[in-house]
């Protein structure tokens, strides 16, 4: 693992976006999985522009979505879906075929779930991860406690991820369980990049980076990552030892 520090969010976003550029550049068949929310938000922006501005071929690219919350309708506003497809699917016109996420309106989430991880594997596994840290320090929907070794699963939300999450939509939503991608599989990824920005996030940052590796506090797995990269910009990274 190592941390990059950049002077603020849109030179972070700025390079998150090149690495993916690249990366899609020099395998055009590249796996991407990522995570929505507020800090890709800017990123996703970049590399639609990136991508189009270059003429990186991305008629191969496949796509995968983190998490969802559960029981919520991919037009909702909130949803992941509904960011993945305005952010990036619809601008770059993707085909249907490119991209696979949960269904969270299913009947059986534990067998999306096991769709989800038979597509992992029949694709050969994920090449490139972006995702972000939540308060509590989970990544997707991989909670305080989730185990290292979980492929994809339901997870119960954490009352800290309920209160954070009303963020996302206009009028309070009754938030219990996600679906999520698990940390197996984002130690499993090729190259796994996790975004910070902002001073809210200089503890949260700084207990993933400098502190215990457990599962009580799930981004602290990013230190056992061979290829794995913590971006900040100033604020989040304040609270690190300088000589990371």
Avoid at 50 to 77: Q, V
Avoid at 83 to 97: C, H, M, V, W
């Amino acid at each position: 693992m190592q941390v990059l520090s950049f002077s603020d969010y849109h030179n972070l976003s700025d390079f998150a976006a090149s690495q993916i550029a690249f990366a899609i550049k020099n395998n055009p068949s590249l796996t991407l999985c990522m995570a929505s929310g507020h800090t890709p938000s800017l990123t996703c922006d970049l590399l639609v522009k990136k991508l189009k501005e270059e003429n990186i071929d991305y008629s191969s690219l496949h796509f995968l979505g983190l998490d969802e919350w559960a029981g919520l309708p991919p037009a909702n506003e909130g949803s992941c879906h509904y960011f993945f497809q305005t952010k990036l699917f619809g601008p770059l016109q993707l085909d249907a075929s490119q991209y696979f996420l949960f269904d969270a309106m299913a009947d059986d989430l534990v067998n999306e779930c096991n769709k989800m991880d038979e597509h992992i594997k029949k694709i050969g596994g994920i090449d490139m991860m972006l995702v972000g840290i939540g308060m509590n320090g989970h990544i997707g929907f991989n909670e305080p406690g989730t185990p290292f070794n979980s492929f994809c699963h339901v997870a119960r939300l954490d009352e800290t991820t309920k209160t954070v999450g009303q963020k996302y939509f206009t009028e309070k939503m009754e938030l219990t369980k996600g679906i999520t991608i698990g940390l197996r599989h984002l130690l499993a990824a090729k190259k796994a990049l996790l975004q910070a920005n902002g001073i809210k996030k200089a503890t949260v940052i700084q207990q993933a980076v400098e502190g215990l590796v457990t599962e009580t506090f799930p981004a602290s797995i990013m230190q056992q990552h061979t290829n794995g990269f913590i971006l900040v910009d100033e604020e989040a990274g304040s609270f690190l030892n300088k000589t990371h």
